[in-house]
C-alpha cells in the first residue's frame, strides 16, 4: 500500500521557467511533510519541510504547498536552472512516539531542466 | 565538517555471505536510520534507532540485523536470509524527538553504500 505517490516520474522544463512537482499522500494522520533532492550515486539532501498547520512554505526559489482537504502536497521551484536536475523524493510523517522520525517517501520524480 | 559517512561506497558480497555496511556520524544526533533504495522505487526503511542501545524494525527488516552501541554509529549487517539484497543503502540521523520534544525534524542522509551480489 502506496500511502505516498508521485505519480509522474519524470519532468521536463526550461531553464527560467516554473518547475513544479506533485506528491499524493492517503494517510490523513501524516502532519509533516519534506522535500528532498538526490543526485546520482549520492545520498538525499533535504530542501524544504512544512507542518500540516501551514499550507505554504518558502525558502528562496523553492515553494512547497500543502492542500490538506486534497490530502496534495506541490514542490514549485522558480527560476528553474540546470543545477536544479535531479531526482526529487517528497516523504511524510506522522506525529507520535511510536512513529517519531520514520519518513514515508515517494518514488521519487526525476526532473530535467534544459539550458 | 559535520557529516554522515558511509563505508564503503561500492560493496560485493558472494551468496550466502553476510556483509556488513558501516555508516558514522558526527553531527550529535541521537536518532539513527537506514534505507533501501531500488530502481524507481523511494526508499524504504529497514531500521532505526531513536537512541543508544535501542532500535526498532523499519518495513522491511527481514534478513537484516543492526546495532547501536555507540551514538556515533549505526553498522547495518546483510544477512544470507535476505533473498534480494542488492540495492542501493542509506544511511540518515536527525535530532530525535526524545531530544527536543519536536517530531519535526529533517533526516540528513549519507552519500549511500551500492551492495551488488557476485
Known amino acids: 500500500d502506496q500511502q505516498v505517490k508521485q505519480n509522474s516520474p519524470s519532468l521536463s522544463v526550461q531553464e527560467g521557467r516554473i518547475s513544479i512537482l506533485n506528491c499524493d499522500y492517503t494517510?490523513?494522520?501524516?502532519?509533516?511533510f519534506l522535500w528532498y533532492k538526490k543526485y546520482p550515486a549520492e545520498g538525499p539532501t533535504f530542501l524544504i519541510s512544512?507542518?500540516?498547520?501551514?499550507d505554504k512554505n518558502e525558502d528562496g526559489r523553492f515553494t512547497v504547498f500543502l492542500n490538506k482537504s486534497a490530502k496534495h502536497l506541490s514542490l514549485h521551484i522558480v527560476p528553474s536552472q540546470p543545477g536544479d536536475s535531479a531526482v526529487y523524493f517528497c516523504a511524510a510523517a506522522r506525529e507520535g512516539s511510536s512513529n517519531t522520525g520514520k519518513l514515508i517517501f515517494g518514488q521519487g520524480t526525476t526532473l530535467q531542466v534544459k539550458p | 565538517d559535520g557529516g554522515i559517512t558511509q563505508s564503503p561506497k561500492y560493496l560485493f558480497r558472494k551468496e550466502g555471505q553476510n556483509v556488513t555496511l558501516s555508516c558514522e556520524q558526527n553531527?550529535?544526533?541521537?536518532?539513527m536510520y537506514w534505507y533501501r533504495q531500488d530502481p524507481g522505487q523511494g526508499l524504504r526503511l529497514i531500521y532505526y534507532s531513536q537512541i543508544v542501545n535501542d532500535f526498532q524494525k523499519g518495513d522491511i527488516a527481514e534478513g537484516y540485523s543492526v546495532s547501536r552501541e555507540k551514538k556515533e554509529s549505526f553498522p547495518l549487517t546483510v544477512t544470507s536470509a535476505q533473498k534480494n539484497p542488492t540495492a542501493f543503502y542509506l544511511c540518515a540521523s536527525s535530532i530525535a524527538y526524545l531530544q527536543t520534544g519536536d517530531s519535526n525534524q529533517p533526516q540528513h542522509f549519507g552519500d549511500g553504500t551500492r551492495l551488488s551480489i557476485l
Open positions: 553531527l550529535n544526533h541521537d536518532a
Open positions: 512544512i507542518s500540516s498547520i501551514k
Open positions: 494517510n490523513s494522520m501524516f502532519d509533516y
